[in-house]
């Protein structure tokens, strides 16, 4: 009988390689918030799009002619930051806190927006005070100076709570729609997506292309229904799609 040859000696796996970092505190404070927002709340995603037609021709105007009075710096977020605190005062289960734990709704009388900033150090949310009684200028400045001041470690800690409603926009990434999670005990935060190419049809038949923004609206749907919440979409949509009525008012 012919000897059988010897089986060849398995190779060695590769060493896995691997780095363990420990997370930092902000980093931990955003584990710990955002996981109980998703385990205590009953959270839904609405997402809808406007024709952004009139506000990048107002951008436009603004970057080529608004230097004199300080408009040339104001963006699209600004116009959706602006036309979100406008709005939100006719809906005020949006513009809330629930206390769930005392089974109470507590609207406020202004509106406070938080604004979603990605730092160095991790995610931060600066509020700006009383958003719906700002110019849009106004609203613009306090929007730049906290995120620059976020971004550098200089931001008070006053203006990192109080806020009412909160907006998250990272559209500039390329996201078509998101489900945003919501900043306890607040009952609502707005997702700003990219802006993609859409077609529609006019009044004598012909197809249409136009610039369709993406919002991502998610609410908690313990005391906030889809209807009401759609609602609020609807006219923020009309707003932003009519945004010098809404200057006007």
Do not use: W
């Not at 249409?208 to 313990?222: I, K, N, Q, V």
Request: charged share 20%; proline share 5%.
């Amino acid at each position: 009988e012919e000897p059988t040859a010897a089986a060849p000696a398995a190779a060695a796996a590769p060493e896995v390689e691997y780095e363990d970092v420990k997370l930092p505190n902000i980093r931990k404070v955003i584990a710990k918030s955002m996981h109980a927002s998703l385990s205590n709340m009953a959270q839904l995603t609405l997402n809808a799009s406007f024709d952004a037609t009139k506000i990048m021709s107002l951008r436009a105007a603004f970057k080529a002619k608004g230097e004199v009075l300080g408009m040339n710096n104001v963006t699209l977020n600004d116009m959706v930051l602006y036309a979100v605190a406008k709005t939100l005062r006719g809906h005020r289960d949006l513009n809330a806190n629930y206390l769930d734990d005392q089974d109470i709704m507590r609207y406020f009388t202004h509106v406070n927006l938080g604004v979603a900033v990605d730092t160095p150090r991790g995610l931060l949310v600066p509020t700006i005070f009383h958003a719906d009684e700002m110019s849009l200028l106004e609203l613009s400045m306090e929007a730049k100076r906290l995120a620059a001041e976020a971004r550098e470690g200089k931001l008070s800690p006053d203006y990192m709570s109080g806020a009412t409603f909160t907006i998250s926009n990272i559209g500039s990434f390329g996201c078509e729609a998101f489900t945003p999670v919501i900043n306890p005990p607040q009952t609502g935060i707005l997702g700003v997506c990219n802006i993609q190419t859409k077609i529609k049809s006019a009044k004598d038949g012909v197809i249409e292309t136009y610039p369709a923004m993406g919002l991502s609206l998610t609410f908690d749907h313990r005391v906030i229904d889809g209807a009401p919440a759609a609602r609020y979409m609807s006219e923020l949509c009309k707003s932003l799609e009519n945004f010098m009525t809404l200057l006007a008012k």
